[in-house]
């Protein structure tokens, strides 16, 4: 029976493939809503007719189903499926920062240390290179709440290597490193703060003798 299901699925699967390659959009999502009945997956079934209409280059609608697709996923904590159609729609819409960072807590809430690393440094020089310097100040605000201790260390670390570079805002360096220390002393990460100290101390004196000093008054 189930060999059966399987089968009938890749034969719609198959029609639809078939439709859009003639650029019969009407009968793409007749065969579309037939197989729809069958998901009981609002997530997958958003996603799939998100596809036939952006191969048909209707792309804002297409855009519109492939939200929805990830909010669906994201309801069933599907983070992985979430990620995925959020990592498609940043490339029908590059500029959307807001969307970036969506990616971002997915890679978090799964632990992905290099897709969360190589994510959130193009979200930062996106705002260095738009003057955007109110958004960095509050994904400093952002980081200090992350829940696991060694990527909020490795994302404040980004902050402060990135903004570094930048003379003119030492002010958000100086309020990251204080956000990073602060988060360590609260939850009381002996090592993280340690590693976070001797990563100062290698990157920049003054800054490792700031952050000693901060932690002496605190």
């Not at 729609?89 to 807001?98: A, G, R, S, V």
């Not at 960072?101 to 997915?106: G, R």
């Not at 100062?200 to 002496?216: G, M, S, T, V």
Request: proline residues 1%; charged residues 25%; aromatic residues 12%.
């Amino acid at each position: 029976m189930k060999h059966m299901q399987a089968d009938k699925y890749t034969i719609a699967w198959f029609k639809i493939a078939e439709c859009v390659s003639r650029g019969e959009k009407e009968r793409a999502l007749g065969v579309y809503r037939l197989l729809s009945h069958s998901f009981n997956d609002n997530a997958v079934a958003r996603q799939l007719e998100a596809d036939i209409y952006l191969a048909c280059n209707e792309l804002d609608k297409a855009i519109d189903l492939y939200r929805q697709a990830m909010e669906f996923y994201q309801k069933s904590e599907r983070f992985l499926e979430a990620a995925a159609v959020c990592e498609h729609l940043i490339t029908l819409l590059p500029n959307d920062f807001l969307l970036r960072s969506q990616l971002v807590n997915y890679y978090v809430m799964q632990k992905m240390v290099s897709k969360i690393h190589d994510s959130f440094q193009i979200i930062l020089e996106s705002y260095i290179y738009y003057n955007e310097w109110e958004n960095i100040a509050e994904k400093i605000i952002e980081c200090e709440k992350n829940s696991d201790p060694f990527i909020r260390a490795m994302m404040f670390k980004q902050i402060i290597v990135t903004v570094y570079q930048e003379e003119h805002h030492i002010d958000l360096v100086m309020i990251g490193v204080e956000k990073a220390i602060n988060s360590f002393l609260v939850e009381g990460c002996e090592k993280n703060l340690q590693e976070f100290l001797s990563f100062l101390r290698a990157f920049d004196q003054e800054l490792y003798e700031y952050a000693l000093n901060f932690i002496k008054i605190n």
